[in-house]
């Protein structure tokens, strides 16, 4: 009896060919960021709008209109029915510029061109096991990056400052003096100083960095209990007396010892019984999962000396030979980070 031999399917070269193009989905949501075209199509009465419409509102060609309108559809950022363009639940809440959680500003700063050359010489950084960014990349002294940063960034952040706060218990009673390091934007500190009357906040960071969260204190009407610290985080002093000290998206940018030493400055600030509250991207023991937390390393390779996303045992192995005596790990969904909250 004839034998038949099991047909092995052939892999698809596709995965590489959607990587070599990644770039243009990055380059299209950009475009429609740019050109306001999710708040065009959400200013509709109805919500739909045809590539014809949408090119008058957004002044633009309509063949350039509808390639990009298409190609958005089929990245997940609308829908399309018949001939007209829906937002998708996502693109309604995050990418109308009429939504109180509108993020599309941190386009400027994802994009921002500092940012994307540093990954058209990724294979020397590869070779060099760090930023071809100068010599210090993202961290050197007063990058004026953190500026934009801190502008754009800030809708990004506002839900996770939020949820930190509640996470920490900021209520009065327990929190009356805060060290923000790298404050940035400043909306952190400023939620917990919202939900704690009694709470003083110091701000660390740059110069110019610093004004915007000065700005974002007195729009919030905390401007009298937020005060600065001007400089570098591993120079500046911090004095004494904090009950907590945040650590927010800051300790990834150096490597281990840096960070350690930085730590030791933190505990020794600290009362007894303080808490260091650290958020970062914390990627499980494996390195690659979850996806957008572990790929946050790569980020790190591009733009800085020495950063990386580290484990939580690796955290945990900074804080204790900085004198803390416990960490506790708490993920913060819907964000791809975590909070550390390390006790002295």
């Given amino acids: 009896m004839a034998t038949t031999t099991p047909q092995v399917q052939q892999p698809s070269p596709m995965p590489i060919f959607e990587a070599l193009n990644a770039f243009q989905r990055t380059a299209a949501l950009k475009a429609a960021i740019e050109l306001e075209v999710f ?3 959400a200013a509709t009465g109805e919500g739909r709008a045809t590539a014809n419409e949408l090119a008058e509102r957004c002044k633009s060609a309509q063949r350039g209109m509808r390639i990009l309108c298409d190609y958005l559809v089929v990245m997940g950022f609308l829908n399309k029915v018949e001939a007209r363009y829906g937002l998708t639940p996502e693109s309604a809440l995050y990418l109308d510029e009429r939504s ?19 990954y058209r010489e990724l294979t020397a950084a590869v070779r060099k096991g760090g930023t071809m960014m100068g010599q210090e990349g993202s961290v050197e002294p007063e990058n004026p990056i953190w500026i934009e940063f801190a502008r754009s960034m800030s809708p990004m952040m506002a839900l996770p400052a939020q949820m930190i706060a509640k996470l920490i218990s900021a209520e009065p009673g327990r929190i009356r003096k805060v060290l923000d390091i790298a404050a940035g934007h400043g909306l952190f500190g400023i939620n917990i100083a919202l939900q ?14 610093l004004e915007v969260a000065k700005e974002n204190a007195q729009k919030t ?4 209990r937020y005060h600065t610290l001007a400089g570098s985080a591993f120079e500046v002093g911090f004095g004494a007396g904090y009950d907590l000290v945040l650590l927010t998206n800051f300790l990834h940018h150096f490597d281990a010892a840096a960070c350690e030493g930085l730590l030791r400055r933190v505990h020794a600030a600290l009362v007894e019984g303080g808490r260091a509250v650290t958020f970062e991207f914390v990627p499980n023991e494996d390195r690659v ?6 790929g946050f390393a790569m980020i790190m390779l591009g733009t800085t000396p020495s950063g990386d996303a580290y484990t939580f045992s690796e955290f945990d192995r900074m804080f204790r030979n900085a004198g803390f005596t416990r960490s506790e790990l708490h993920p913060l969904p819907p964000t791809p980070e975590s909070v550390i909250v390390s006790y002295k």
């Avoid at 704690?196 to 960095?209: G, K, M, R, S, T």
């Fill in 39 to 41: 708040t065009a199509i």
């Fill in 196 to 209: 704690n009357p009694q709470a003083e906040i110091f701000a660390l960071d740059w110069p110019a960095v």
């Fill in 289 to 294: 999962s979850p996806p957008q937390t572990a």
């Fill in 221 to 224: 009407g905390v401007s009298d």
């Fill in 100 to 118: 109180p959680a509108y993020m599309g500003s941190a386009a400027r700063f994802l994009t921002a061109p500092e940012i994307m050359d540093a």
